[in-house]
């Protein structure tokens, strides 16, 4: 297991708790709430203060469903595009297969990611604004459309003018062992960073997103640590 020990020492996995978003609904508004925020912060500085990325968008996926891509990818966004961020950030749903970002953000899902590549409308009639700096494109209606979308020949001068427009472009997408998705996408983005589930995700199923990533042209930039529990219980830390 020589390759994944060399994975997890570049990657320098961060520890992580759940996101927390303060909104007003309907109203899209939205920021990071609690401790959430200074988290997030470290996060944001450690992929692209550190050297860590070269270019400014970025893939963020997980190995296997449920591990939180979509969540840190909100956090992020937020953390990037708030007062002690303070850039232009585009958060896009390229999760074709489960789009969440537009329930969680309370946003209407299209028209979208899907509506734009198709050419039915262009990126600033989809793009729905969060806060000052934060704007996100959700999947929209998908349907039977995710090979289609995948196959557009309009992807790159989407993202190129994404990154001509914005400081950072955060892209959520599906599982990279489930779905070819983060394959296809790893090519065009080429910086990717993984999502890890701490307690539930096999080594083994890490190194086979890994594999997938790289496979599609991608590099593996950052490996996220979420939803860490203490080694032992709570209770215990307290009487230390």
């Excluded at 349907?143 to 892209?171: H, I, K, N």
């Excluded at 790289?214 to 203490?230: A, C, D, H, I, Y």
Aim: charged letters at 20%; one cysteine or more; a negative charge.
């Amino acid at each position: 297991m020589t390759e994944m020990d060399n994975t997890f020492e570049e990657s320098n996995p961060v520890e992580l708790e759940q996101l927390e978003i303060s909104s007003s609904n309907p109203s899209p508004q939205a920021s990071l709430a609690g401790g959430s925020e200074e988290i997030f912060r470290g996060v944001w500085a450690s992929l692209f203060y550190s050297g860590r990325t070269t270019g400014k968008t970025v893939l963020i996926t997980t190995s296997a469903r449920r591990e939180g891509a979509s969540t840190i990818a909100c956090g992020l966004a937020l953390s990037g595009s708030g007062p002690s961020g303070g850039a232009r950030v585009a958060l896009v749903d390229f999760n074709l297969h489960t789009p969440a970002l537009h329930t969680m953000l309370h946003l209407a899902q299209g028209p979208g990611l899907v509506e734009v590549l198709t050419g039915e409308c262009d990126i600033a009639s989809a793009a729905q604004k969060v806060n000052e700096g934060l704007d996100v494109l959700t999947a929209g209606s998908v349907g039977q459309r995710s090979l289609e979308v995948l196959r557009s020949d309009a992807m790159e001068s989407f993202f190129q003018q994404l990154a001509d427009t914005y400081d950072y472009v955060l892209v959520d997408s599906a599982a990279a062992n489930h779905y070819p998705d983060a394959q296809v996408l790893s090519g065009v983005l080429k910086e990717v960073v993984l999502v890890v589930h701490s307690d539930l995700t096999p080594r083994e199923a890490i190194g086979q997103a890994k594999r997938r990533i790289e496979s599609g042209g991608g590099k593996l930039v950052g490996l996220v640590l979420n939803l860490r529990t203490f080694p032992i219980p709570n209770f215990l830390y307290r009487r230390v």
